[in-house]
């Protein structure tokens, strides 16, 4: 879907295709017609933006079989799908029946981030759609914080550095402009803004940038307006929004609370938990510790479980949508545009207390529910 924001900028919105599962391209090229061309129609709209998640072997087929990737290309178009972001944040295997830290590995130290990356950006030149700006792929915050080490990061600022170098190459090479987005996540080397400014700050902005994923900067208690302003601050660009909302406990310590918040610890994901208390956050590194007694249960608690935009969760539960709906009025509310990809990313519908039957109507809700609040901002939707 394309929206028309106030001076001119086409914004582009999608769902993020890893709530899918497929790591070859036959399957990722089924979920087209499964998933994504269902949500178009269920919409009725005449062009459906998707942000695929290409697992490391489907990009390796892609690089490798020039067909493969004219075929992928053709299946996008003939379908009125378009792509314009990857999410490059999982490498591969995310829906074993167990992901939780294997997500963040191989991390920025690793040569398999940085060649799976360009690999990515590679690929994406080649299905942007020949009017697209731009193009965005969105990657892990250089690594979890517990496997990281000053050896580990000296490598890592080599790998940006040859990251910004490769994607000048793409452009030199194809005419079309990939930018890469670091996407702070909590438990991760940078989980919150500010780190990202101290991490992040000397990379190349031409190239790279924050992938500003809302759940995430509502489980760290971030102020949208400032974190947007710590970034314009620091020339940090926003190249992607990853539009997703966090569950919230007002009070974990009432007894309902605690039954809704433990149907929430499943097995699968990682759901990092934090709790607001004073001007202080504390945190652990998944919710069953939360339960456990890691956080008091006398203040508010955020959990790192994406939750449809478009629905509240299990009473006495909410989400953080205000939160959200604040992100989207700063970057794309005002005057100029500071984003212009938007993905929505909830790729927990398989693990909900209650998993919908209907994965297409449910999509279909929240990119509505998406459209309906930046039209509410003053953008205007786009046809073809």
Not at 47 to 74: C, D, F, K, S, Y
Not at 202 to 227: K, M, N, R, S, Y
Not at 235 to 257: F, N, T
Not at 366 to 377: I, V, Y
Request: hydrophobic share 40%; charged share 25%; glycine share 8%.
């Amino acid at each position: 879907m394309r929206l028309r924001h106030v001076d001119g900028t086409t914004v582009h919105l999608a769902y993020c295709s890893n709530v899918h599962q497929a790591e070859d391209v036959d399957g990722v090229i089924g979920q087209l017609a499964t998933y994504a061309e269902p949500v178009r129609k269920r919409l009725g709209a005449d062009r459906l933006g998707i942000g695929l998640w290409l697992a490391r072997p489907v990009v390796t087929e892609l690089v490798e079989q020039p067909g493969l990737l004219a075929r992928l290309r053709a299946e996008l178009d003939s379908r009125g799908l378009e792509t314009v972001t990857l999410n490059a944040f999982p490498y591969s295997g995310f829906h074993r029946e167990v992901v939780k830290r294997d997500v963040y590995r191989p991390d920025w130290a690793d040569e398999q981030r940085l060649a799976y990356t360009l690999d990515c950006a590679r690929v994406l030149a080649a299905l942007l759609p020949d009017d697209a700006a731009r193009g965005s792929v969105s990657t892990l915050p250089l690594g979890w914080r517990t496997f990281w080490s000053p050896e580990r990061a000296d490598l890592a600022r080599t790998a940006l550095d040859r990251l910004a170098e490769g994607l000048a190459t793409v452009h030199a090479r194809t005419g079309r402009r990939i930018r890469v987005g670091f996407e702070p996540e909590p438990g991760c080397v940078v989980q919150t803004t500010a780190q990202a400014v101290t991490e992040l700050s000397a990379v190349d902005p031409e190239w790279l940038g924050i992938c500003l994923d809302t759940c995430h900067l509502a489980v760290q208690f971030e102020d949208p307006a400032a974190a947007v302003a710590r970034l314009r601050a620091a020339g940090l660009p926003v190249v992607k929004i990853q539009a997703s909302a966090a569950v919230e406990a007002p009070a974990p310590g009432d007894p309902d609370a605690r039954r809704a918040l433990a149907r929430l610890a499943e097995p699968r994901f990682l759901h990092q938990t934090r709790g607001r208390s004073g001007g202080g956050v504390a945190e652990v590194d998944d919710l069953p510790e939360a339960l456990d007694g890691g956080l008091r249960d006398d203040v508010p608690w955020r959990v790192h479980f994406h939750a449809p935009l478009n629905a509240e969760p299990e009473h006495p539960l909410r989400t953080t949508t205000p939160q959200l709906r604040m992100a989207l009025a700063e970057l794309v509310g005002g005057s100029a545009a500071l984003c212009d990809h938007i993905e929505v990313e909830t790729y927990t519908w398989s693990v909900l207390p209650h998993p919908t039957d209907d994965l297409v109507g449910g999509i279909a809700a929240e990119l509505a529910w998406s459209a309906d609040t930046l039209t509410g901002l003053g953008l205007t939707r786009e046809s073809r």
